[in-house]
T-cell receptor, first 118, second 116 residues
């Protein structure tokens, strides 16, 4: 079974600054995917960024980037130029590789509450 | 609108009662997943259905059951409700996609269940 750990329950950052959220995971799988989801006060689950384990290049989506260290089983999220709208819960999630059309479940970490201060 | 529809959005019921949560997946998605999110915690996987058949089961209580119908909508039935069952219940759907996507995983907006 897979486990995902987010060791920072809460973090804060000043607007326009950079913040990094940590995530570690444990798995015996060699092929998998990692995700960061954002959950604002509306409670909607919003995909922020994803990373395929077979790709060495770190994923980037605008102000969001990851630092994927496969050997260390670490997957951190860096938010640059933080904005007030980034205030939310952030969840790291793991999915085993898809071998069929049925899809796979996500295993989530406990979340990090991020507050962006003006 | 994500394309995944969950009803009702809010539900308040008493202990011992039974409720049914409904989910309509995104058009064309064959897989439906149910997740439970207790207060400010991560989402816990409950169960997955694929094209009408149970595909995977997580930490789902025996008091809970689900099914997926021929039209692919799914229902999660919660019975003998306890205070600890109060949570946000998410449905998600997926279909196989090419690698350059989020693997078609789309969440609904959730049903907030309050047991009093």
């Amino acid at each position: 079974a897979q486990t995902v750990t987010q060791s920072q329950p809460e973090m804060s950052v000043q607007e326009a600054e950079t913040v990094t959220l940590s995530c570690t995971y444990d798995t015996s799988e060699s092929n998998y995917y990692l995700f960061w989801y954002k959950q604002p006060p509306s409670r909607q689950m919003i995909l922020v960024i994803r990373q395929e384990a077979y790709k060495q290049q770190n994923a980037t989506e605008n102000r969001f980037s990851v630092n994927f260290q496969k050997a260390a089983k670490s997957f951190s999220l860096k938010i640059s130029d933080s904005q007030l709208g980034d205030t939310a819960m952030y969840f790291c999630a793991f999915m085993k590789h898809l071998f069929n059309n049925a899809g796979n479940m996500l295993t989530f970490g406990g979340g990090t509450r991020l507050m962006v201060k003006p | 609108d994500s394309g995944v529809t969950q009803t009702p959005k809010h539900l308040i019921t008493a202990t011992g009662q039974r409720v049914t949560l409904r989910c309509s997946p995104r058009s064309g998605d064959l897989s439906v997943y149910w997740y439970q999110q207790s207060l400010d915690q991560g989402l816990q996987f409950l169960i997955q259905y694929y094209n009408g058949e149970e595909r995977a089961k997580g930490n789902i209580l025996e008091r809970f059951s689900a099914q997926q119908f021929p039209d692919l909508h799914s229902e999660l039935n919660l019975s003998s409700l306890e205070l600890g069952d109060s949570a946000l219940y998410f449905c998600a759907s997926s279909a196989y996609r090419q690698p350059d996507s989020n693997y078609g995983y789309t969440f609904g907006s959730g049903t907030r269940l309050t047991v009093v």
